[in-house]
């Protein structure tokens, strides 16, 4: 299948590499069709890339390296919604956000993104009584010689996720 971005050009995608975000991310409430591609960055960071809306990409991560004990455990509930079982059957990914004037990368940890492995479905999910932010530093300024600008720019190293 041919998706066309604004970031990346035109891509060839499997339609099996689709993955199916159920409960939408806000405000992009009518986008529910995304493909993970690799960053030019290198993991662990990626793209998130809207299938139908070519302007819309996020960059996403998974939390681990970044902190350590996130996510909290997610409850069976949460799992089974986007066909999971257990947790090593799901993906847990942070939306992350290049700060222009201060020059670091924040993460959304209040609402990560759940994401099924063998059933391609996800839904962000809205973590409640929690004193996590929806910007929570990530990357500052010692990684920022020149870092910020590959992070919010270039075509990922390969078109396949």
Do not use: C
Not at 13 to 42: A, C
Not at 81 to 96: D, K
């Amino acid at each position: 299948m041919l998706i066309e971005t604004v970031r990346f050009g035109v891509l060839d995608v499997i339609e099996d590499q689709i993955l199916t975000i159920e409960g939408p991310v806000p405000p992009f409430d009518m986008v529910r069709e995304y493909v993970l591609l690799p960053h030019s960055v290198g993991p662990p960071f990626n793209w998130l890339q809207a299938v139908r809306v070519p302007g819309l990409a996020f960059i996403v991560a998974p939390p681990e390296p970044f902190f350590k004990d996130y996510p909290p455990p997610w409850e069976l509930r949460e799992l089974e919604s986007v066909g999971a079982r257990q947790e090593a059957e799901a993906l847990t990914l942070v939306i992350l956000n290049p700060q222009k004037d201060r020059r670091e990368v924040t993460a959304n940890l209040l609402a990560p993104l759940l994401i099924g492995r063998m059933s391609s479905r996800g839904r962000q999910v809205i973590l409640r009584d929690t004193e996590y932010d929806t910007q929570a530093p990530v990357l500052g300024a010692e990684w920022q010689r020149g870092g910020e600008q590959r992070l919010r720019g270039g075509p990922p190293e390969r078109a396949s996720a």
